[in-house]
């Protein structure tokens, strides 16, 4: 199963909402991602997480929440976001032999946010 | 801090041809270099990885190549399909799990 499963695939919300996306993978993988990716851009990394520690956070607002509950798990708590975070938001996993070099990651279909 | 840029930007290209994407980067000190494509509005699917110890890998209809001295990596893709058409991403991996995408290249193959 090399599959990262990541939901809901849309959501449109409110600025005043709270809502969390989740991601999922069943690899054995220990290093997991957020990347927010805007249209016709390269994804940007969040968030890593490595061995369920946020290991990276490349300066995100403080209305992105990111949760790894356990080894297979990610969530994103977004609450009071803005119009310009409307994006497609990715979450990818890879190995961690933990030697430092990064495997093969793996990415999810992403969720379409819309803030309104 | 890493900057990667992929050219050309876009590639429109018959069916058949054989073609070569470009992807640099300017910090050669990278544990590895990932290919990615991605459909319209999708996830990214990994095509090749190769770590900063090899200089190519191969996987069907695609090679990649590494030259890490100079900061340089190249896809090339033979006998194009119309199925090819999508955007390609490299991305690089530095310490600590720190992933770097290029710009992409939005390839389109006309049957």
């Known amino acids: 199963d090399t599959e990262v499963t990541q939901t809901p695939k849309h959501l449109v919300m409110g600025m005043t909402n709270k809502k969390s996306l989740k991601c999922e993978q069943h690899m054995g993988h220990r290093a997991m991602y957020w990347y927010k990716q805007k249209a016709k851009k390269p994804p940007e990394l969040m968030f890593v997480?490595?061995?369920?520690?946020?290991?990276i956070n490349e300066s995100v607002p403080s209305r992105f929440s990111p949760e790894c509950p356990n080894s297979s798990l990610l969530n994103l708590h977004l609450h009071a976001l803005q119009p310009e975070d409307s994006a497609l938001y990715l979450c990818?996993?890879?190995?961690?032999?933990?030697?430092?070099?990064?495997?093969?990651?793996?990415f999810g279909p992403g969720t379409r946010l819309l803030v309104l | 801090k890493q900057e990667v840029t992929q050219i050309p930007a876009a590639l429109s290209v018959p069916e058949g041809e054989n073609l070569v994407l470009n992807c640099s980067f300017t910090?050669?000190?990278?544990?590895?270099l990932q290919w990615f494509r991605q459909d319209p509005g999708k996830g990214l699917t990994s095509l090749l990885l190769i770590q900063s110890s090899q200089r190519e890998q191969t996987s069907g209809r695609l090679n990649a190549s590494l030259d890490k001295s100079s900061g340089r990596s190249t896809l090339y893709i033979a006998a194009s399909q119309p199925g090819d058409s999508a955007t390609y991403l490299c991305a690089v991996s530095s310490a600590g799990n720190q992933f770097y995408f290029g710009t992409g290249t939005s390839l389109t193959v006309i049957p």
């Open positions: 997480y490595s061995y369920e520690k946020l290991s």
């Open positions: 990818a996993s890879s190995q961690d032999s933990g030697g430092g070099a990064a495997e093969t990651q793996y």
């Open positions: 910090d050669s000190a990278i544990y590895n």
